[in-house]
C-alpha cells in the first residue's frame, strides 16, 4: 500500500531521510517512533507530499508520489491526515469540518455528506458536538473531529502524525480508543507516536528512527523486550524510564 | 456681515451637494476598482509565484513612496504625452484605484499571511484544490484580521480624494475653492467642506470600529 525506495531528503544541507526503505502492506498498522529530530514526522508527511522528497521512490497505492506529474489531489483524497495539532477549521461547525471535502473534492451532494458527517462524527463518540465549533470543544473532542474528517473521504490509509501529544493526559484515553477502533477496523494505518501501550496493543510493526535513518523495524513485543540496537535501547530506557 | 454670507452660503448648497455626488462617484468607483485589484494583487503577494510577489511589492513600494499629488500629476498630465488622453474624472478614478488597491493589497496579503500554516496543511491534506482552499479555508479566515483596516482604508481613501480637485474634478473641496472665492469666510466655507466630508465617512468609521470589536469577539471565540 505504501513503500518507501532508497528516499532521501534534505533540508538546505540537512540529510533529514536517509535512504529510508519501508513496506506497509493493506490493512497494516504501523507506529513510527523515535526521539524528536529524529524525521518521524518528515517520513509521514511525505507519505502525502506535504513535504517532497529529492530521491528514491515513494509508491501509495500504486500511484508514484514521487513523480512530480502525479496528480496529487487524487492521492490525497484516498489518505485521512490527523495532525498533532489537530488544525480544524476554526470558521466551521464540526459537521462543516467534516463534510467541505467530501463535497468539494468527492462532489458528493450536500444532504449525502452531511449525513455521512452526523454517521461519522457519531462514531467517534460526539453525536452531540455536531453543530459545536472547534473553540467549544475540548483538545480531545477537536481531534476526533479531525479524525472524522479524514474518515469522511472514505479513505484508504490514515496518517496520524502525534495525534495525542497536544492533549491533556485525561485526553489521550478517549482519542487512542477512537484511533484503535480504526485499526481494529482493518484500516492502514501509519501512526507517530510516543504511546508505547497504544503501539504493544495495535501496532503490526514498530518502526523505530533517529537522526534520519530506520535504525529498527520489528513487532512490537519483539522491540519493546529485546531492542537490537543501542539506539533503540537507549531510546527506550529514556521514554520507560518516567 | 457673517450672517450675510452664511445666507450666501446656504444658497451655495445645490452646488455643494453637486460637489459631494463627485466626490461620492470618484471614491466610490475607486474603492470598488481598488478593492477588486487590491484583492487579487493582494491573494498573488502572498502566494507562490516569486516573480509576481516581487512585481506587486515594487509597485505597492512605488505607489506608498510617492505622494499622491504628483501620482494624479503623472497621470493627468504626463501620460496624455506618451498618447493617452485622459479627461479628468478618469484620470482622477485612476489615480485614486491604483493608490487604495496598493494599500488593500497589503491588507489582504497580511490578512492570508495570518492564517496558520496548518490550515492550509490540513485543507491540502484532504485533497481540496488551490483555488477551493483559498475560497473557502483562507480567505474567510483572513477576513477576520482584514474587514476593519480595509473598512479603514476606505475612509482614508475617501479624504484623500480630495485631491483630485487639483486636476480641476469638482469634488466637495473645488466647490469650496470656488465658493471662497465668492464668499471670502475661509472658517465658513471649509468648516462646511470638512463637515460634508465628515459626513461622508462617519459611518464607515463607525463600521471599521464596529467590526473590530466584533472580529475581537470572535478571534477570542475560536
Keep these: 500500500m505504501i513503500s518507501f525506495k532508497n528516499v532521501n531528503k534534505w533540508y538546505g544541507d540537512l540529510h533529514v531521510l536517509n535512504n529510508i526503505n519501508l513496506e506497509v502492506d493493506a490493512g497494516e498498522v504501523v507506529v513510527v517512533c523515535g526521539p524528536s529530530g529524529s524525521g518521524k514526522s518528515t517520513l509521514i508527511r511525505c507519505i502525502n507530499r506535504l513535504e517532497p522528497i529529492q530521491e528514491g521512490e515513494l509508491v501509495v497505492d500504486n500511484m508514484a508520489v514521487h513523480d512530480k506529474k502525479t496528480n496529487m489531489t487524487k492521492v490525497r483524497a484516498e489518505i485521512g491526515f490527523v495532525f498533532q495539532s489537530f488544525n480544524l477549521y476554526p470558521h466551521m461547525t464540526a459537521l462543516q469540518n467534516t463534510t467541505i471535502a467530501p463535497i468539494k473534492v468527492r462532489k458528493m451532494k450536500k444532504a449525502d455528506a452531511e449525513e455521512l458527517g452526523r454517521e461519522t462524527l457519531t462514531r467517534v463518540g460526539l453525536k452531540d458536538r455536531i453543530n459545536s465549533y472547534p473553540a467549544q470543544l475540548s483538545g480531545g473532542q477537536q481531534q476526533r473531529v479531525a479524525i472524522a474528517r479524514g474518515l469522511c473521504m472514505n479513505p484508504k490509509i490514515m496518517l496520524f502524525d502525534e495525534p495525542t501529544s497536544a492533549l491533556d493526559p485525561e485526553m489521550i484515553g478517549e482519542v487512542l480508543d477512537t484511533i484503535k477502533m480504526l485499526a481494529k477496523g482493518g484500516m492502514t494505518m501509519v501512526v507517530v507516536t510516543h504511546e508505547m501501550g497504544f503501539a504493544r496493543e495495535v501496532a503490526n510493526r514498530v518502526v523505530f528512527m533517529d537522526d534520519g535513518y530506520i535504525v529498527e523495524v520489528a513487532p512490537p513485543n519483539d522491540f519493546f523486550r529485546n531492542a537490537q540496537t543501542e539506539r533503540g535501547k537507549a531510546f527506550l530506557s529514556s521514554i520507560l524510564s518516567h | ?222
Design chain 2, 1 to 222: 456681515m457673517w450672517s450675510f454670507y452664511f445666507h450666501e452660503l446656504m444658497r451655495s448648497l445645490p452646488f455643494f451637494m453637486k460637489g459631494v455626488w463627485m466626490t461620492v462617484a470618484v471614491a466610490g468607483l475607486s474603492l470598488i476598482a481598488g478593492t477588486i485589484i487590491g484583492f487579487i494583487c493582494g491573494i498573488m503577494r502572498a502566494g507562490r509565484n516569486k516573480i509576481l510577489r516581487a512585481v506587486i511589492g515594487v509597485w505597492v513600494d512605488i505607489v506608498r513612496g510617492t505622494p499622491f499629488l504628483v501620482q494624479i500629476f503623472i497621470i493627468f498630465f504626463i501620460l496624455p504625452g506618451i498618447g493617452i488622453e485622459l479627461d479628468a474624472f478618469s484620470a482622477a478614478v485612476i489615480a485614486l484605484s491604483n493608490l487604495s488597491a496598493s494599500f488593500i493589497c497589503e491588507i489582504v496579503a497580511g490578512g492570508i499571511l495570518s492564517v496558520p500554516k496548518g490550515q492550509r496543511e490540513a485543507a491540502t491534506a484532504s485533497g481540496l484544490s488551490q483555488y477551493h482552499q483559498l475560497r473557502f479555508i483562507v480567505l474567510p479566515q483572513a477576513m477576520r484580521t482584514v474587514l476593519p483596516p480595509l473598512v479603514g482604508q476606505y475612509v482614508l481613501s475617501i479624504k484623500d480624494s480630495s485631491v483630485v480637485s487639483a486636476i480641476g474634478v469638482v469634488d466637495i473641496t473645488r466647490v469650496g475653492w470656488f465658493t471662497v472665492q465668492r464668499i471670502p469666510e475661509g472658517i465658513m466655507v471649509f468648516g462646511l467642506v470638512g463637515l460634508l466630508y465628515f459626513a461622508i465617512c462617519y459611518p464607515l468609521i463607525n463600521l471599521s470600529g464596529y467590526l473590530e470589536r466584533r472580529m475581537t469577539v470572535m478571534t477570542i471565540r475560536l
